[in-house]
């Protein structure tokens, strides 16, 4: 006690929380730039996304919903706050993990490590899918197959897939997933970069799908601990703007759910996929078209670009009207390594 | 001064993989303080063994390094000026890479 005393004198800014003005406070809230201690962080933190589920009616009473849940931080916050909301604010809901599993030697086997003990810490069931069950083959076989240059597309498009697919298993109503405010901005920023209209009025979206499989909700944590793939440039760019302004943050989130698509541009028609019945813009989705390519030798197809032997391709050229040029191109300008929400 | 320094969100990994260090700085010449802004070149010289770009920008750390002293956010105690005593903990953790 005598030690925290003595620190917040030294501090030299306000030596109480302004929340509570009871004790010391530990971080300068962002979204707020209120001083604040550990409790009342938790305690604010916790009935925002009350209240952002409450506004947005996201689950009814007797709902099932799965927590995917990478053994990160976003992912192990949220299944901590929805486990304890559910309970304090009697949702009625039945709650699950559900993790994939890759099949990366020495680096999947420790973030399942920490799903594992959320399982036991929660008191949430557990459901494990694997691309080797799903799809016949681990990310160590893929990348065997074709090195290293575009496995990130392969392991995007078959982890939103098999989240699906685990959720099916499951039997449940919903996916829910965690993100925290840096990845949001940032899918915004590369989303504005890129021109890709139809992901950034998607990626703000707080629950996408509805006509499709499973509804996922995203909730978007401000997580000011977060560690996280590095996506270049741009992190360190929000970061840096972060820096001179802390709300720059939360602000191009604001921005990206602002954004009015005018009724004149195009969109792509959402289908189904042919093959595997998943939610596909093409006559096949993306996974299947991958996993063809994976399974006759051709990993190439499907990557980039169009080519000669990809059965959307062909497509295009038989059936020019039904898909049109500007889905084409945005699907040409699908980039690897990002959410893609 | 005796101080625990913690590296967390893939820092670690630009010192040996280890995480916690206890170590013994030295007061800079000639002046009687540590300061945060003293300790960081301490780190970059003495226990970061590589690609330092991924901790330190400019005089500071990376936007996107977390910095706690004593579980407190360096921001509420002066970033480069708040002044180290005996026994304090201060904990860097990248926000940007590891997961």
């Given at each position: 006690?005598?030690?925290?005393?003595?620190?917040?004198?030294?501090?030299?800014?306000?030596?109480?929380?302004?929340?509570?003005?009871?004790?010391?406070?530990?971080?300068?809230?962002?979204?707020?730039?209120?001083?604040?201690?550990?409790?009342?962080?938790?305690?604010?933190?916790?009935?925002?996304?009350?209240?952002?589920?409450?506004?947005?009616?996201?689950?009814?009473?007797?709902?099932?919903?799965?927590?995917?849940?990478?053994?990160?931080?976003?992912?192990?916050?949220?299944?901590?706050?929805?486990?304890?909301?559910?309970?304090?604010?009697?949702?009625?809901?039945?709650?699950?993990?559900?993790?994939?599993?890759?099949?990366?030697?020495?680096?999947?086997?420790?973030?399942?490590?920490?799903?594992?003990?959320?399982?036991?810490?929660?008191?949430?069931?557990?459901?494990?899918?694997?691309?080797?069950?799903?799809y016949g083959w681990?990310?160590?076989?893929?990348?065997?197959?074709?090195?290293?240059?575009?496995?990130?597309?392969f392991?995007?498009v078959f982890?939103?897939?098999?989240?699906?697919?685990?959720?099916?298993?499951?039997?449940?109503?919903?996916?829910?997933?965690?993100?925290?405010?840096?990845?949001?901005?940032?899918?915004?920023?590369?989303?504005?970069?890129?021109?890709?209209?139809?992901?950034?009025?998607?990626?703000?979206?707080?629950?996408?799908?509805?006509?499709?499989?499973?509804?996922?909700?995203?909730?978007?944590?401000?997580?000011?601990?977060?560690?996280?793939?590095?996506?270049?440039?741009?992190?360190?760019?929000?970061?840096?703007?972060?820096?001179?302004?802390?709300?720059?943050?939360?602000?191009?989130?604001?921005?990206?759910?602002?954004?009015?698509?005018?009724?004149?541009?195009?969109?792509?028609?959402?289908?189904?996929?042919?093959r595997c019945?998943?939610?596909?813009?093409?006559?096949w989705?993306k996974a299947c078209v991958l996993l063809e390519g994976l399974n006759r030798?051709?990993?190439?197809m499907g990557?980039?670009?169009?080519?000669?032997?990809?059965?959307?391709?062909?497509?295009?050229?038989?059936?020019?009207?039904?898909?049109?040029?500007?889905?084409?191109?945005?699907?040409?300008?699908?980039?690897?390594?990002?959410?893609?929400? | 001064?005796?101080?625990?320094?913690?590296?967390?969100?893939?820092?670690?990994?630009?010192?040996?993989?280890?995480?916690?260090?206890?170590?013994?700085?030295?007061?800079?010449?000639?002046?009687?303080?540590?300061?945060?802004?003293?300790?960081?070149?301490?780190?970059?010289?003495?226990?970061?063994?590589?690609?330092?770009?991924?901790?330190?920008?400019?005089?500071?750390?990376?936007?996107?390094?977390?910095?706690?002293?004593?579980?407190?956010?360096?921001?509420?105690?002066?970033?480069?000026?708040?002044?180290?005593?005996?026994?304090?903990?201060?904990?860097?953790?990248?926000?940007?890479?590891?997961?």
């Amino acid at each position: 006690m005598e030690a925290g005393e003595a620190k917040s004198k030294k501090a030299g800014g306000p030596r109480l929380c302004c929340i509570c003005n009871l004790r010391r406070p530990v971080l300068k809230r962002p979204k707020t730039l209120q001083q604040i201690c550990r409790e009342c962080f938790y305690e604010v933190f916790e009935e925002e996304i009350h209240q952002v589920i409450v506004k947005n009616h996201l689950f009814k009473s007797g709902e099932r919903v799965a927590i995917g849940a990478s053994g990160g931080k976003d992912s192990t916050v949220l299944a901590y706050v929805l486990s304890e909301l559910n309970k304090r604010h009697s949702y009625g809901l039945d709650l699950f993990l559900l993790s994939i599993d890759e099949g990366i030697t020495g680096y999947r086997d420790d973030s399942l490590e920490t799903v594992k003990r959320n399982e036991v810490q929660y008191g949430l069931p557990l459901q494990i899918v694997s691309y080797k069950d799903l799809y016949g083959w681990t990310m160590d076989d893929i990348v065997k197959m074709i090195g290293l240059k575009n496995n990130c597309t392969f392991c995007g498009v078959f982890r939103r897939q098999a989240l699906d697919r685990g959720a099916a298993l499951l039997k449940v109503d919903k996916i829910v997933t965690g993100h925290n405010a840096d990845d949001i901005a940032e899918t915004v920023l590369l989303n504005i970069l890129r021109g890709d209209i139809a992901r950034l009025s998607r990626c703000t979206s707080i629950t996408t799908g509805e006509d499709g499989p499973i509804p996922r909700y995203y909730f978007s944590t401000e997580c000011i601990y977060s560690p996280n793939a590095y996506r270049g440039f741009a992190r360190e760019f929000i970061k840096d703007l972060e820096r001179l302004r802390p709300k720059a943050i939360l602000d191009i989130i604001k921005s990206g759910e602002d954004f009015r698509i005018a009724t004149t541009t195009k969109m792509p028609e959402q289908g189904t996929c042919e093959r595997c019945g998943y939610i596909s813009s093409q006559k096949w989705c993306k996974a299947c078209v991958l996993l063809e390519g994976l399974n006759r030798g051709l990993p190439k197809m499907g990557i980039g670009r169009s080519r000669a032997g990809d059965v959307n391709g062909d497509l295009h050229n038989k059936n020019e009207s039904k898909s049109g040029p500007t889905v084409k191109s945005i699907e040409s300008r699908k980039q690897c390594g990002s959410l893609d929400f | 001064m005796q101080l625990t320094l913690e590296f967390g969100g893939g820092l670690e990994l630009l010192c040996d993989s280890v995480k916690i260090h206890k170590v013994n700085v030295d007061l800079p010449d000639e002046s009687h303080i540590l300061t945060m802004k003293d300790l960081l070149k301490w780190v970059r010289t003495n226990l970061i063994k590589e690609r330092p770009e991924m901790f330190i920008k400019g005089d500071t750390v990376r936007p996107g390094v977390l910095v706690l002293v004593n579980d407190c956010d360096w921001e509420l105690s002066g970033q480069l000026e708040t002044t180290l005593e005996e026994k304090d903990v201060v904990v860097f953790i990248s926000t940007l890479h590891g997961g």
